[in-house]
C-alpha cells in the first residue's frame, strides 16, 4: 500500500522537478531520500552535547558524570563539565599559570583582514597572525622557564604564542644561552663565555 505522498518532503521536492505522475517506485525513492536525510540529522545531533540523546551516556561517562536527572538537567552539567575542562578558554591558561605561581595577561590576536594585496602586490595581512596569541608576565624571561613550558605544552596545536616579560633594568648583566647579555644605555652587548 502507497504511503500519503504529501508527508515526504523528496517526493514533493521530485514532483517539481519531475511533474509527470509520480507512481510508488518514485515514491519509494523519495521515502529513502527522507530516511538518509533524518539519518545524517540524527547523527549531527548526537555528535554535540547539547543535543544529544543516544550518545550522552558516553559523554556523561567520559567527563565521569552520573545519569540521574531529566534529559535538559544531564546536558546542562555536561556542557558544564566541559566549559571547565576546556583549554581553549583564556581563563583555563590564566589559571595554570596562576596554579605554578604566575600571572599573567593574555592579548588576543587582532581580527585581520583576510583578502586584499598592497600597491606592490604583496599581502596586507600575515596569515599566522590570526593563530599567535601574546602573553605578558611581569617577571624577567629567566625566571619563567617553567611558565614558559606548561603554556607551549598545552596551548592549542595550530596556534603559537608571543612572549613579553619585564624588561631588566639598564646595566644588568643576565647568563642567556651559555652567555651573557649586557644592557647599556639601550644597547645589548653580548659577552662570551671565557672558555
Given at each position: 500500500?502507497?504511503?500519503?505522498?504529501?508527508?515526504?518532503p523528496?517526493?514533493?521536492?521530485?514532483?517539481?522537478?519531475?511533474p509527470?505522475?509520480?507512481d510508488?517506485?518514485?515514491?519509494?525513492?523519495?521515502?529513502?531520500?527522507?530516511?538518509?536525510l533524518e539519518s545524517?540529522?540524527?547523527?549531527?545531533?548526537?555528535?554535540f552535547p547539547?543535543?544529544?540523546?543516544t550518545?550522552?551516556?558516553?559523554?556523561?561517562?567520559l567527563?565521569e558524570?552520573?545519569?540521574?536527572?531529566?534529559?535538559?538537567?544531564?546536558?546542562?552539567a555536561l556542557?558544564?563539565?566541559?566549559?571547565r575542562?576546556?583549554?581553549?578558554?583564556?581563563r583555563?591558561?590564566k589559571?595554570?599559570?596562576?596554579?605554578?605561581?604566575?600571572d599573567?595577561?593574555?592579548?588576543?590576536?587582532?581580527?585581520m583582514l583576510?583578502a586584499?594585496?598592497?600597491?606592490?602586490g604583496?599581502?596586507?595581512y600575515?596569515q599566522?597572525?590570526?593563530?599567535?596569541?601574546?602573553?605578558k608576565?611581569?617577571?624577567?624571561?629567566?625566571s619563567?622557564?617553567?611558565l614558559i613550558?606548561?603554556?607551549?605544552?598545552?596551548?592549542?596545536?595550530?596556534?603559537?604564542i608571543k612572549?613579553?616579560f619585564?624588561?631588566?633594568?639598564?646595566?644588568?648583566?643576565l647568563?642567556?644561552?651559555?652567555?651573557?647579555?649586557?644592557?647599556?644605555?639601550?644597547h645589548?652587548l653580548?659577552?662570551e663565555?671565557?672558555?
Open positions: 500500500m502507497v504511503e500519503n505522498p504529501f508527508e515526504s523528496h517526493h514533493r521536492a521530485l514532483t517539481q522537478l519531475y509527470l505522475q509520480m510508488a517506485e518514485e515514491y519509494a525513492v523519495a521515502k529513502e531520500l527522507d530516511r538518509a545524517a540529522n540524527a547523527v549531527y545531533r548526537e555528535i547539547g543535543s544529544a540523546i550518545t550522552l551516556e558516553r559523554w556523561e561517562n567527563y558524570l552520573g545519569h540521574s536527572g531529566s534529559l535538559e538537567v544531564r546536558r546542562q556542557l558544564e563539565a566541559i566549559n575542562d576546556s583549554g581553549i578558554a583564556e583555563h591558561y589559571a595554570l599559570a596562576a596554579a605554578i605561581g604566575f599573567i595577561d593574555i592579548v588576543k590576536p587582532p581580527r583576510r586584499g594585496l598592497g600597491r606592490a604583496f599581502e596586507v600575515d599566522d597572525e590570526q593563530y599567535t596569541w601574546t602573553v608576565c611581569d617577571r624577567l624571561k629567566s619563567c622557564t617553567k613550558q606548561t603554556l607551549e605544552a598545552q596551548k592549542i596545536p595550530f596556534t603559537q612572549w613579553k619585564q624588561q631588566p633594568p639598564a646595566g644588568r648583566l647568563l642567556e644561552d651559555g652567555g651573557a647579555l649586557l644592557l647599556e644605555n639601550g645589548q653580548l659577552l663565555n671565557e672558555t
